[in-house]
């Protein structure tokens, strides 16, 4: 089945650095990829959709220029958290979809989990 | 808005139970509604879904039935198992394929043997 890879699957950093997280779709051209976030015992929240050779549009309250992405490629979809605090410390999964079929279900990476200390 | 509510857990059943996990949703339109699933140390995986009123979705030996009078998307199966055990996510998009999934918070599912 449709697989999707996300790297890295952890991070621990200081507060200030930036961390990129990569989603690829590693056997289809994914049109369309997302972000979520999830907070402990909460549900996922869309941050934004990403599609190929476009910008990326952001759901209301997602700060754009903190929250960066980039889907350069048909299989790759990049989330850069900017100058990262520690109130972005969150769990960020991607999911990537295949053609305009409303029917096609997203398939979900694995997760990262990000700890800012 | 949209929005997806759920039952709270965690729920704890004994194997071969039946077993029901409510959702119920808000939306424009006329959503899809899915049930993913997330088995320990694994990312979410697509359960079942429907598309459209009165549609039944099944796999696993699970099913949920698309109720729009109610707007509800329960989940059941008859006979649950240990390997059953994950968390649970009822989602819905109302704009088709191409925009993102609400989610509901999940239901973590646990069977005793």
């Known amino acids: 089945g449709a697989v999707v890879s996300q790297h890295p699957s952890r991070v621990i950093c200081k507060s200030g650095t930036s961390v990129k997280i990569e989603c690829r779709s590693l056997d289809f051209q994914a049109t369309t990829m997302f972000w979520y976030r999830q907070f402990p015992k909460q549900s996922l929240m869309l941050m934004a959709t990403?599609?190929?050779?476009?910008?990326?549009?952001?759901e209301q309250g997602v700060e754009k220029d903190k929250f960066l992405i980039n889907h350069a490629s048909l299989t790759l979809s990049t989330l850069t958290v900017t100058s990262a605090h520690p109130e972005d410390s969150s769990f960020y999964i991607c999911?990537?979809?295949?053609?305009?079929?409303?029917?096609?279900?997203?398939?979900f990476g694995d997760g990262t989990r990000l700890s800012i200390l | 808005g949209n929005s997806v509510t759920q039952m709270e857990g965690p729920v704890t059943l004994s194997e071969e139970a039946f077993l029901t996990i409510n959702c119920t949703y808000t939306a424009t339109g006329y959503p899809s509604l899915f049930w993913y699933v997330q088995y320990p140390g694994e990312g979410l995986q697509l359960l079942l879904k429907a598309t459209k009123a009165d549609d039944k979705g099944s796999n696993k030996g699970f099913e949920a039935t698309y109720r729009k009078e109610t707007t509800s998307f329960h989940l059941e199966k008859g006979s649950v198992q240990v390997s059953d055990s994950a968390v649970y996510f009822c989602?819905?998009?109302?704009?088709?394929?191409?925009?993102?999934?609400?989610f509901g918070k999940g239901t973590h599912l646990i069977i005793q043997p």
């Open positions: 989602a819905l998009n109302s704009g088709g394929g191409a925009d993102g999934l609400t």
């Open positions: 999911s990537a979809i295949y053609g305009p079929s409303s029917d096609q279900p997203q398939h």
């Open positions: 990403s599609n190929e050779g476009s910008k990326a549009t952001y």
